[in-house]
């Protein structure tokens, strides 16, 4: 009993140091059309057959080839698929319950061969043809537009199609308009380009009289590219350019897709499509900002502008999870937008640093700065675009009463070094002692350890790192208005020589909306209000519904944390909880639990109506047929775990010669076995005994959940592993409802439109980061709670002193994983050019050889040799060699695929490794690279060549044997005349 006594004592004293604080957001759940969900997760006004719906079941993530450039239909930037065939398409998957794995880095051509490879289950938006018909399905157009005349504003000669005889027209390759002039219209010369913005830009150079195109995608080009020059004259009207249908193709051996999108389609609202229409298609007829000619010379000569990024300065402009996030970086998102022009957030720089780099011209934005006189000797600063005020800290223990800065005097303020509250100090306060820190946090943790009296900074910013770093010992009060200190006005600055960037921004902002200034302002400062009492929209059957209710049954899973138990003490906790008490308050209805043994016991009472409602309809063992489903109301990214050791894992494609560990019954294995049937895999009956499988090397990854996966991971004390990737399959969290009770799913719905991204954030927040206690008997706490106090008395200083302790040993440790992970970049980066060294490239083409051996699919390689490299060095000396290396690694890697890989092989030689790909692929990849080179500028050294050799590596062969013949070859293009790609093939 003693033993127990002293237990509990300890436990009670260091509990506090046990917590793991480890954050994790959960993603919005986009909203879909009110109605309910039938059998799956399907839209109730989609009828589907059994056939359909097992193919759903059988596929619930489907493959989507993704164009890069042909905006705005289907297009990329910076890998995100966008556009309006992608939306449309996303529409679709969400009325559907299915999700989508975008495959994109190839070229049309290309994805139309990984089409016919069957590596692509469906295309979002092309052309029917005779041809494609052979070996694809079509659905009924979704979307009909005509093809349009584009001329220059100051031609007057062309008005309609006949006007174009003898006259140039520029035609991109490859393109339907080039077969059609080519054969029925002779007499129309023709311009090649690549695509359709060169086209386009022919006319505009004078290269081109004209250009034919598809008008969404000339009027969306001719906006965002600011070719205010060229006019759209009329469209073509003649038959073999009349109007054309956009489709989605399916494979001919995945025939029930084609009727399910079909079907998918016919059932989306006309308010839907309406909505897309006005969002990619009117952006001719939006008002832009009125630029100069100097400003769009400007733009033009500058596509690319970098901008700070605080590291803690959250909700406004932080670095969180790999990227800049928060208002500020929203909003100058919008401007680069409305500028027609990307951004580069620049992140870890402190604030003084970022000012230097402003005025010496090594950065060209602030984006949040406060005017001073002292600032203004050297920065341009735009009108304000939001206002910000002030809020002291202080701890809670010290009972110092402030409300303005004259009860600081004599004080030590922690502030931000050189923040305009730096300055305001030192010239109005001279009786404050200044501690100048380097971000607002370090300012906190200050007060925290009691190394400074308050902290002086933005209100917000400190709410939000008190919240997040869960500091509870100290207290955020705002700063009252004075003359010298109120509200403070944000604007945007940029370096004293920078007026025509200045009056761009300036325009730029201007044009923002007021809509799209609230919609920021929802996002990042909307408060989670506990007591918020939401009044529903509800129709009178919804609300006689509700009157006639006094409660609402709820049947929950009692052991499935952390998204929902019961607890011993009778307690219905978890992130499902949360976020149903959440909906309990909107519908103004006490929800009453339901206690059952288990799950399955919990569904059976379901079914025998004992119950309103399922609290989470989803998973494996739910007969979806007997309920109607409400919208998601939380998704659940599934990710694969791995032991420390393991690298990072981009996508299952990589993980084919490792074990991979799956819960029996559960439906992403069925996903993993239908669509990778390449990967070994072991079953384990529960995702406990798969994560112990992991640690004990029983298997290499695990699959789960994300949020299931990081709760274990902490409960089961594994700290020997971590998630090493995610996958493209998502599990969607929705209420299953009484078939008989369509009046409470309709509620439901509403109920789940009305949450905040920012409440379900906070609720996820909370559970993945607590870590499980056993219960504690408390009344044998309190008979020893008088022993507790006297020896909590000598405990107490040496407890707070290890308490400061631990956390500069957690400071040591994150910066140590920081210089980690920064060493760990270095062993594998070429310094020069930035491309994987000679080490790492062998390593992934060692990788790559053990995965064809598994899997049986093609492997190819490249390697390819700068011409005439040693006349550079000799001619023009080594650094204009070095900045031709690097100068060729990025074209190269702006050019390859996003599957491939590129590495320095030594000197001025690359190797490029292309998996899933054969011979003919790797030479057309090669050729194009060599043309790319070919046309690039390097500067005073003038135009530079390239000789490639290309190979395909051959089952049972060494890789020696194929490195020496992609070798071979590179020699023969090289003495054979150089700029030139030979294939070099094992003979049989």
């Known amino acids: 009993m003693f033993k127990k006594y002293i237990f509990i004592l300890v436990f009670t004293l260091c509990f506090p140091m046990f917590f793991l604080n480890q954050e994790t957001e959960a993603e919005s759940v986009p909203n879909s059309p009110e109605t309910a969900y039938g059998p799956g997760g399907v839209h109730a006004d989609i009828n589907l057959t059994a056939e359909e719906l097992e193919f759903l079941n059988q596929h619930p993530v489907i493959r989507v080839g993704n164009e890069d450039d042909w905006p705005p239909f289907d297009f990329s930037r910076h890998g995100e698929p966008q556009g309006y065939a992608i939306e449309h398409l996303e529409l679709l998957g969400q009325r559907l319950g299915i999700s989508f794995e975008y495959i994109n880095g190839y070229t049309w051509a290309e994805l139309l061969e990984l089409f016919q490879n069957d590596e692509i289950d469906l295309l979002p938006s092309l052309w029917y043809s005779d041809e494609r018909a052979e070996y694809m399905l079509f659905t009924e157009p979704f979307l009909v537009s005509p093809y349009v005349i584009v001329t220059h504003r100051s031609d007057e000669t062309i008005n309609d199609f006949d006007d174009l005889t003898e006259k140039t027209v520029a035609v991109a390759k490859g393109y339907v308009q080039e077969s059609v002039l080519k054969e029925h219209y002779p007499q129309i010369k023709q311009y090649q380009v690549n695509n359709v913005l060169e086209g386009l830009r022919a006319v505009s150079y004078g290269h081109a009289d004209a250009y034919i195109g598809y008008h969404g995608s000339v009027a969306y080009l001719m906006a965002t590219n600011f070719l205010y020059d060229l006019k759209i004259v009329g469209e073509t009207r003649v038959p073999e350019l009349g109007p054309q249908g956009l489709y989605i193709s399916v494979r001919k051996d995945m025939a029930p897709l084609r009727d399910i999108m079909q079907k998918a389609m016919d059932s989306l609202p006309e308010n839907e499509k309406i909505r897309l229409g006005e969002k990619w298609f009117s952006i001719e007829n939006q008002t832009r900002s009125n630029f100069t000619a100097q400003e769009i010379q400007f733009l033009l000569d500058n596509p690319v502008l970098t901008i700070s990024n605080m590291k803690h300065w959250a909700p406004f402009n932080f670095y969180e999870g790999g990227q800049a996030r928060g208002f500020v970086v929203d909003y100058m998102k919008l401007l680069a937008q409305n500028m027609g022009i990307e951004i580069e957030f ?255 016991q919990s569904h059976e009472m379901f079914v025998q109506k004992e119950c309103d409602m399922l609290s989470a309809a989803q998973g494996a063992g739910f007969d979806q047929d007997s309920m109607l489903l409400s919208k998601p109301y939380l998704e659940s990214l599934t ?71 990081s709760s274990k991971i902490h409960e089961m004390g594994l700290y020997d592993l971590k998630i090493a990737g995610q996958t493209p399959y998502k599990e969607f969290f929705r209420v299953g409802v009484d078939p008989d009770q369509p009046e409470l799913l309709s509620i439901i719905d509403k109920a789940i439109d009305d949450l905040s991204p920012q409440e379900i954030n906070s609720v996820v927040r909370q559970w993945i980061s607590i870590r499980y206690e056993q219960g504690i008997d408390y009344s044998l706490v309190w008979q020893i709670g008088l022993g507790a106090a006297f020896i909590l008395s000598l405990f107490l200083y040496w407890n707070r002193k290890l308490y400061w302790l631990n956390q500069k040993i957690a400071d040591a440790h994150e910066d140590l994983a920081a210089k980690t992970q920064e060493l760990e970049k270095l062993s594998i980066t070429d310094s020069l050019t930035g491309t994987y060294n000679r080490m790492k490239i062998e390593r992934i083409l060692d990788n790559e050889i053990l995965r064809v051996k598994r899997s049986k699919e093609p492997l190819s390689m490249i390697l390819l040799d700068i011409d005439n490299f040693k006349k550079v060095n000799d001619e023009f000396g080594h650094q204009a060699g070095d900045m031709v290396l690097q100068k060729m690694a990025s074209l190269l890697q702006d050019n390859i695929r996003r599957t491939d890989s590129l590495g320095r092989w030594g000197g001025e030689e690359f190797m490029v490794v292309c998996p899933h790909t054969e011979h003919k692929g790797a030479w057309s990849l090669a050729e194009k690279l060599r043309l790319k080179i070919m046309c690039a500028d390097f500067g005073e050294v003038g135009r530079i060549t390239g000789s490639f050799g290309v190979s395909q590596f051959v089952a049972g062969e060494s890789e020696d044997s194929f490195l020496r013949r992609a070798d071979d070859a590179l020699y023969q293009a090289k003495n054979g005349g150089r700029n030139r790609t030979i294939i070099k093939l094992k003979k049989k």
């Open 639 to 709: 990710v694969l775990v791995s032991r420390d050791q393991h690298t990072y894992i981009p996508d299952l494609n990589s993980i084919v010669w490792d074990k991979l560990a799956v819960v029996s019954g559960e439906p992403v294995k069925q996903f993993i076995e239908t669509n990778y049937p390449e990967i070994d895999t072991v079953v384990f009956d529960s995702l406990d005994q798969a994560l112990r499988g992991v640690s004990d090397r029983d298997a290499d990854i695990a699959i789960g959940s994300m949020h299931l996966v």
């Open 346 to 600: 620049i992140s870890g720089p402190a604030w003084n640093e970022f000012l230097r780099m402003l005025q010496d011209g090594e950065l060209d934005i602030i984006g949040d700065i406060v005017q001073t006189e002292k600032r203004k000797e050297n920065i341009l600063f735009t009108e304000p675009y939001f206002n910000v005020f002030s809020g002291i800290v202080v701890r809670r223990d010290e009972g110092l009463q402030v409300s303005e800065l004259d009860d600081l005097r004599g004080k030590t303020v922690a502030v931000p070094k050189n923040f305009y509250y730096q300055e305001i100090l030192e010239q109005h306060f001279p009786e404050i002692i200044i501690l100048p820190l380097e971000n607002p946090l370090q300012c906190l943790n200050a007060v925290s350890s009691g190394r400074a009296d308050a902290a002086l900074s933005e209100k917000p910013v400190f709410d939000y790192l008190i919240d997040r770093h869960l500091l509870m010992n100290l207290e955020s009060i705002p700063l009252l208005e004075s003359d010298i200190l109120g509200s403070t006005p944000i604007t945007i600055g940029v370096s004293k020589n920078q007026e025509v960037l200045h009056g761009i921004l300036q325009k730029a902002m201007d044009a923002v909306s007021r809509e799209e200034i609230n919609t920021l302002r929802n996002k990042w400062f909307r408060r989670v209000e506990e007591d918020r009492d939401v009044l529903l929209d509800l129709s009178p059957a919804e609300m006689q519904y509700l009157k006639d209710k006094e409660s609402i049954r709820v049947c929950v899973n009692p052991s499935w944390r952390p998204f929902e138990e019961i607890r011993a003490d009778g307690r219905y906790e978890g992130m499902v909880a949360g976020i149903m008490e959440m909906l309990e308050k909107r519908m103004g209805l006490p929800l009453e639990i339901q206690y059952a043994a288990s799950r399955d």
